[in-house]
């Protein structure tokens, strides 16, 4: 046996076979509470073998072992075990996750790593006072960002801002995160969408299917003509789209900074809303179309776990429900209907796409069947720095990532990037390729207009 096989078999061996399981020391009571009874078994099928950190972007770019997965888990075991509020070092490195999950794909041993810094993270904005700058910037973030309407406002006032964010002064962690906002702001906003009313977009032809859309929050207001793609796209397929009412905002983005209450209230009205479709007329999926948001549906069922009837059990069929737009058209059979375009995508799996969903192939083969030449960027596995809010939260970490990933994406010598998740576009569509939705690009090869950004990769092609 090469010397090389060691690392990776070993630890599946030994760890397992010798219950090398990580032993934790929680009292009874503690472990009464069900979110350390949960973090408790978490913890326990770690093996410590450290396999994670070779695929983890932060412990790739400052080599640190506390920036690692293995590094997050040994703080959070201490931290919750002591039953003490979270320290400094604590909150820094958690902070620093980007939550890519990534590690998730890598670990032997199943480690569920999502729901332990989930809970880490609602745990440090429990015991934690974060200097108050922060602490209002983490308002102002989780008061706009699920809101379209105030999300448009301040979208239009970052790009009024926005050529002057290399002036901004201050060396500051806040100062930088105000310049990464702001260059973040698209230079225009579009306007609202005919296509976003609340109602039902009738099957062409016979109905084949009938399904809800999440509409999203802040992919509707910077890109609605995702959500317009989407549509045309399923109409067009013979399935029925539903945007019901009382929808609104996934809650991943408050899910993600720890604030729990407002992340089960907006995940509470999406689930009233779509269990009165369920139980109405029916829906055959609950189609997303940003993949964050979608690994945030498929968890409904373990966020509402402790909830009682019949709001658990509501939330697991929604959660049940919830696909992904290209899981949905490869199951109702996606073709194109124009000759191939002659141009080559290079296809950027996101995070939650990839590793939150375990969504692989799906988008590629798609994108294959509607004529697109596909290439896959180098480091494929590794996150683009976007992650919601970490690009504003982590603006060195976010944009070393970002550099990163469009170095590798340039030197596929693709035309185009392709993507299923708002976050990544907008980290990404900045650079010299045109970043375009997947289902975008899937709609114009059977039939839609053809996408904005086209024009630019016809010029790179
Ligand atoms: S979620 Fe991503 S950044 Fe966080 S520990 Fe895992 S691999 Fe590293
Ligand atoms: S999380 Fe998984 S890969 Fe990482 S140290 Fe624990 S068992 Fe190993």
Known sequence: MGLGLVPPVLPMICFVGYSFFMQTLFTPAQLADPDIAESNRILR??????????TCPTFLLRGDEL???????????????SGRPASELEVRHVDRCLSCLSCMTTCPSGVHYMHLVDHARAY????YQRPAAERFLRRLLSAVLPYPGRFRLALIGASLARPFARLMPGQSVMAARLRAMLSLAPAHVPSPSAIERRGVFPAQGERRGRVGLLTGCAQQVLAPSINEATIRLLTRMGIEVVLTKGQGCCGALDHHMGHHDPAMRLARANIAAWSAEIEGEGLDAIVVNA??????????GFMFREEAAPWREKAEKVAGLASDISEVLTRFGYAPSRPAPGLTVAYHAACSLQHGQKITAEPKALLARAGFQVKEPAEGHICCGSAGTYNLMQPEIAGQLKERKLGNLARTGAAVIAAGNIGCLTQLGDGAMPAIHTVEL??????????????????LA
């Open 45 to 54: 099928s770690c093996v410590h073998c450290g396999m994670c950190t070779a």
């Open 442 to 459: 899937l709609d114009w090869m059977a039939g839609g207009p053809e996408p904005e950004g086209i024009a630019k990769a016809r010029e």
């Open 291 to 300: 993949s964050g948001c979608g690994t945030t549906l498929k968890d409904y």
């Open 67 to 81: 920036d690692s997965p293995r590094g997050r888990i040994y703080l959070i075991k201490d931290m919750l075990e």
């Open 124 to 127: 440090i904005e429990k015991t």
